[in-house]
Structure formats: C-alpha cells, structure tokens
C-alpha cells in the first residue's frame, strides 16, 4: 500500500523543482552555475529516493 501524501506530496514536487533549477535556473547563473545544477540535481535526486519510499511505505508492518 503506497503513501500518496508522500508520492505525490513530497516526491513529485521535489522532483520538479530539482529540475527547473538544474535546467532553466543554472544556465543564467554566470558565477554560480556549477553550484546551481549541482543544489538542483541533488533536491531532484532526492525526490527520486522519496518518490520511492512512497510506493514501499505501510503502516501495518509486514508479516514474513
């Protein structure tokens, strides 16, 4: 049983934004574009690993 709060709430979001700042925010950086794809590319990364756990979170624990 997946957690849409967390899939859809804080995964795809994250996943968004880590996007626009890597590819539309970082090319107008002169200075600081290295450090703009890189802040974008770990908040996207990051979504991934909750977009995830999303899908694998329960609140009953699983019985073997």
Same mark, same amino acid.
């Given at each position: 049983?997946?957690?849409?709060? $967390?899939?859809?709430?804080? @995964? $795809? +979001?994250?996943? /968004? /934004?880590?996007?626009?700042?890597?590819?539309?925010?970082? +090319?107008? !950086?002169?200075? *600081?574009?290295?450090? /703009? !794809? *890189? $802040? @974008?590319?770990? &908040?996207? $990364?990051? @979504? &991934?690993? #909750? #977009? &995830?756990? @999303? *899908? #694998?979170?329960?609140? !009953? +624990?699983?019985?073997?």
């Amino acid at each position: 049983m997946a957690s849409k709060a $967390i899939t859809v709430g804080v @995964g $795809i +979001p994250m996943i /968004v /934004v880590g996007a626009l700042m890597a590819w539309l925010w970082a +090319p107008m !950086e002169g200075d *600081l574009q290295n450090q /703009v !794809e *890189l $802040i @974008g590319s770990t &908040i996207g $990364i990051l @979504g &991934i690993v #909750f #977009f &995830i756990s @999303g *899908l #694998f979170y329960t609140k !009953e +624990p699983v019985m073997h």
